[in-house]
């Protein structure tokens, strides 16, 4: 856990703002759009001067996403709800006051954190006595209806980088952060993470071009700790003066789930190319 951040400790290249339950991610410095790639609603690519993340209300069960997410932009202030150029916005019941922010180096990132809906997923000796399913008979019923809708306890990650991003570094940088996530939920939770998690990444298009953002580069290694720090600080505000406390496990947890079922693993089948010379791995075939 990281403690109460000072929020006059620094000056972020992505700066943020709360408002009305609201938080809006703006690259500063530049009159260029951001580019964004979004794991959420209306997810994908698209440039964007913003991203949003939108705390809803307890018992939020509204379906018109599109005039929802207007109306709180509106009502905050921050963009109006007509504008065509409107950021990826992620949705969570989080309180925005327990957003929280961490940058390192060409990277800054924030995060919302509560885990009312732990998605776990057993590992080795946990899955011992199932069976592997292969035609997929034991996974949730798409067509299920819920009775009572959940309640959005998301961890939503938004990432900045001042670097230009190549489009596969930019796509490889949301598996970069939804790992840090993982891990770091694991380390404070026990789960990897919960049924509506979310991750948006951005670059600035005129930055310091790179091809990579593995977790090895620096781009990857500064999103690794910031996702980790921020997510991590958030969890600790979302429960510092909360009567629920983290769940112990997906039974304990109000909405929790459990992937018990077990794939089928199967070894692609060896085939040599017609005429060809038997290469050095065909005796492994």
Not at 24 to 43: F, Y
Not at 95 to 108: E, F, H, I, Q, S
Not at 252 to 278: H, I, K, N, W
Request: proline share 9%; charged share 25%.
């Amino acid at each position: 856990m990281t403690g109460e951040p000072d929020p006059d400790a620094l000056e972020a290249d992505y700066e943020a703002i709360r408002r009305d339950g609201v938080l809006r991610v703006t690259r500063s410095g530049t009159d260029a759009p951001t580019e964004w790639l979004s794991t959420g609603w209306h997810g994908g690519r698209k440039r964007a001067d913003c991203a949003y993340n939108v705390s809803v209300p307890e018992g939020w069960e509204r379906t018109d996403l599109e005039r929802y997410v207007g109306e709180r932009l509106d009502r905050a202030g921050i963009h109006p709800p007509e504008s065509a150029d409107r950021g990826p916005v992620l949705l969570t019941g989080v309180d925005m006051a327990d957003a929280r922010g961490a940058r390192c180096g060409p990277v800054t990132a924030y995060a919302t954190a509560g885990i009312s809906n732990p998605a776990a997923l057993p590992i080795g000796e946990a899955l011992e006595a199932s069976e592997p399913d292969p035609d997929g008979e034991s996974l949730p019923d798409p067509l299920q209806s819920r009775t009572e809708s959940p309640e959005p306890g998301t961890v939503n990650v938004l990432v900045g980088t001042t670097r230009t991003l190549a489009p596969g570094a930019l796509a490889n940088l949301v598996a970069v952060a939804a790992e840090a996530k993982a891990a770091t939920l694991l380390a404070e939770a026990g789960f990897p993470g919960t049924t509506t998690d979310a991750v948006v990444v951005g670059h600035d298009p005129t930055g310091d071009p790179r091809s990579f953002s593995g977790s090895a580069t620096e781009v990857g290694a500064a999103t690794r700790a910031c996702v980790r720090d921020a997510v991590s600080a958030s969890l600790e505000a979302h429960y510092a003066d909360r009567d629920e406390t983290l769940p112990d496990s997906s039974e304990d947890a109000t909405y929790g789930v459990s992937t018990d079922a077990r794939a089928a693993v199967f070894r692609p089948p060896a085939e040599e190319q017609p005429g060809a010379e038997p290469g050095p791995s065909s005796d492994r075939a």
